[in-house]
């Protein structure tokens, strides 16, 4: 367990890398709890959001990996506290802003890899 946890702790993605293998390995399972009659992937549009979130969570560990191996500055700076001071002081209809846009950013994605599962 530690060993995991110091992978966590080291590789931030890891940790969507995890949900995105557990997604795919229990999908069938609650899947055929939602309808006992279907399948192991069989479910048709059921499966899809399930997929989708798959490869959105596979897609954010390969973005945290690039960010290490391609820009291990930036990544030791958000590691150390990156905004720090600055997120504090800054006004609050700014920090709802970007917070809000950042979801924002990360549901079309989803919506991306949505649209990228054939049907």
Do not use: H
Request: hydrophobic residues 60%; charged residues 10%.
């Amino acid at each position: 367990m530690k060993t995991i946890l110091k992978i966590v702790s080291n590789w931030q993605g890891f940790a969507a890398l995890l949900a995105a293998a557990a997604i795919f390995y229990f999908s069938p399972t609650m899947l055929r709890w939602l309808d006992p009659t279907a399948g192991v992937f069989d479910v048709g549009y059921l499966q899809r959001p399930l997929v989708a979130a798959s490869y959105f969570f596979f897609a954010t560990f390969c973005a945290f990996v690039a960010l290490q191996i391609d820009f291990p500055t930036l990544d030791k700076w958000l590691d150390a506290g990156g905004f720090g001071k600055a997120w504090t002081e800054a006004a609050p209809t700014y920090r709802l802003t970007f917070t809000f846009a950042a979801l924002t950013l990360l549901m079309a994605s989803y919506l991306v890899c949505l649209w990228l599962v054939p049907v």
